[in-house]
Nanobody
Framework: HVQLVESGGGSVQAGGSLRLSCKYS????????LAWFRQASGKEREAVAHIDSSGKTTYLDSVKGRFTISRDNAKNTLSLQMNSLKPDGTAMYYC?????????????YGQGTQVTVS
């Protein structure tokens, strides 16, 4: 069965950095679109960054210049490097995959990893 497993979350002070990773498995066809979403307590889930199979990336305006999404298709991994973190970055972060073009609309999500910025 298809699966995405996130790791790398934790607690960090404002201005610090974290690197999230996501290992995806179980697909029998190439995954075109991968993304990171986040959901803060009491708020709706929002897309943080997308990357397609060619490496084209898009970002939420508020994270541009601070976050970098990347993928390793050979290792089936997705990463999110987060620098200069702010308290409003506190949220559960999820990776998502979709066979079709970006953005992820009806994709598969992982269980999430918590990021807390104080």
């Amino acid at each position: 069965h298809v699966q995405l497993v996130e790791s790398g979350g934790g607690s960090v002070q404002a201005g610090g950095s974290l690197r999230l990773s996501c290992k995806y498995s179980g697909w029998t066809y190439p995954i075109y679109c991968l993304a990171w979403f986040r959901q803060a307590s009491g708020k709706e889930r929002e897309a943080v960054a997308h990357i397609d199979s060619s490496g084209k990336t898009t970002y939420l305006d508020s994270v541009k210049g601070r976050f970098t999404i990347s993928r390793d298709n050979a290792k089936n991994t997705l990463s999110l490097q987060m620098n200069s973190l702010k308290p409003d970055g506190t949220a559960m972060y999820y990776c998502a995959a979709e066979a079709g073009s970006c953005p992820v609309v009806a994709g598969t999500y992982g269980q999430g990893t918590q990021v807390t910025v104080s």
